[in-house]
C-alpha cells in the first residue's frame, strides 16, 4: 500500500503565508508526479501545481507567482509555499501521487486525506 499524509493547513489572513507538506510513503517503486489538488466548497477539484520526475513543474494560473511547489532530494516528501494568500484560496487541499508500487508495479492514484486551508480576517 502507498500512504500521502498531508500537514500544514489551518487559518490564515488575506496576505499571508501557509506551507503545505505531503509525505508518501509505503510499497513505493517510482514517483512519477507529485502534487496539490484543491477543492473549494461546491466547486470541482483542481489542480492547484504539480511537479513531476524531472523536475518541471506546473501551476494553476490563480496561483502562479504567489505558490511555489518542492519536493526534498528523496522525492517522497512534497512542499507547497503559498503566498499572499486570497480568500478564494479557501478550500480542502489534497496531495496527489502519481506512483507506481513496489507490490505489483501498478500505476497508483494516491491521494492524501485533505488538509483545510481557511483564508479570512
Known amino acids: 500500500q502507498v500512504q500521502l499524509v498531508e500537514s500544514g493547513g489551518g487559518l490564515v489572513q488575506p496576505g499571508g503565508s501557509l506551507r503545505l507538506s505531503c509525505v508518501a510513503s509505503?510499497?513505493?517503486?517510482?514517483?512519477?508526479?507529485m502534487g496539490w489538488y484543491r477543492q473549494a466548497p461546491g466547486k470541482q477539484r483542481e489542480l492547484v501545481a504539480e511537479?513531476?520526475?524531472?523536475?518541471?513543474?506546473n501551476y494553476a494560473d490563480s496561483v502562479k507567482g504567489r505558490f511555489t511547489i518542492s519536493r526534498d532530494n528523496a522525492k517522497t516528501t512534497v512542499y507547497l509555499q503559498m503566498n499572499s494568500l486570497k480568500p478564494d484560496d479557501t478550500a480542502v487541499y489534497y496531495c496527489?501521487?502519481?506512483?507506481?508500487?513496489?507490490?505489483?508495479?501498478?500505476?497508483?492514484?494516491?491521494w492524501g486525506q485533505g488538509t483545510l486551508v481557511t483564508v479570512s480576517s
Open positions: 496527489h501521487g502519481d506512483i507506481r508500487d513496489s507490490d505489483y508495479y501498478r500505476s497508483l492514484d494516491a
Open positions: 509505503g510499497s513505493i517503486f517510482s514517483i512519477n508526479a
Open positions: 511537479i513531476r520526475f524531472g523536475g518541471r513543474t
